[in-house]
């Protein structure tokens, strides 16, 4: 929010002279207190207006059928919700997670240019050398508040809709077999399902121009049926 004296300057620009005083009596009068900054932006406009800088990161784990704990490392792209799952291990060590890293900027190629921010929160499995490979690349790391998952809540959501549409419904065997999984819905998020912020198209598919008449629809299994995809005849 600007001061009165901002609004003076913005009036001069536009060819109308007020004085200051003039200013802070409107101001007054209608019972807003003149500061240079009554607040700044929430962090939901934060992240909306700087949606195509920015990385977010998270881990999560999967328990599986022999009772041992795999750790994932996901990256999603803010403005595309493009995801990124890079890998899954026993053992996130230090060097593990920095290789992860590295991974995810040779993916992006190119693209890395255009990213400013990474999120993350303060798990310490997230190495000062996980941090260098960014930052090395001019982005900046945002550490969320402690015991605040709203903060990361593209990451965090898509984590709940993984859990929610398949890792609730299957029994894991073992890494290998969380490796293909994860894959398999990963491919399907970001070039089939439907994103309400994206008009109902997919990331990486847009929606095909509208038809008349009947149309052929086949299905496509993914995982055994877990995951169904729909798709127009040629």
Not at 138 to 167: C, H, S, V, Y
């Amino acid at each position: 929010m600007w001061g009165y004296r901002r609004i003076t300057g913005e009036l001069a620009g536009l060819g109308h002279r007020v004085g200051a005083s003039t200013v802070w009596l409107i101001l007054k009068k209608a019972g807003i207190e003149p500061a240079p900054r009554r607040m700044g932006p929430t962090w939901s406009e934060f992240l909306r207006a700087q949606a195509s800088g920015i990385l977010a990161c998270d881990f999560f784990h999967c328990d599986t059928a022999l009772f041992q704990r795999l750790y994932c490392l996901v990256v999603m792209e803010i403005s595309t919700r493009r995801v990124h799952v890079l890998g899954v291990t026993a053992h996130p060590t230090g060097l593990w997670v920095a290789q992860q890293a590295r991974n995810v900027m040779v993916e992006l190629g190119d693209r890395a240019e255009g990213f400013s921010f990474l999120i993350r929160d303060r798990d310490t499995k997230f190495t000062a050398m996980f941090d260098e490979v960014f930052t090395s690349e001019g982005l900046r790391i945002l550490k969320t508040p402690p015991r605040a998952p709203r903060a990361n809540a593209f990451a965090e959501r898509w984590i709940g809709g993984l859990r929610r549409e398949l890792l609730d419904r299957v029994l894991i065997a073992n890494a290998r077999h969380l490796r293909y999984v994860l894959a398999e819905y990963e491919a399907h998020f970001n070039a089939h399902r439907p994103h309400r912020s994206l008009g109902q198209a997919a990331l990486l598919r847009a929606l095909p121009d509208p038809v008349e008449g009947d149309i052929k629809v086949i299905r496509r299994d993914r995982l055994g049926g877990l995951i169904h995809e729909y798709a127009q005849v040629a």
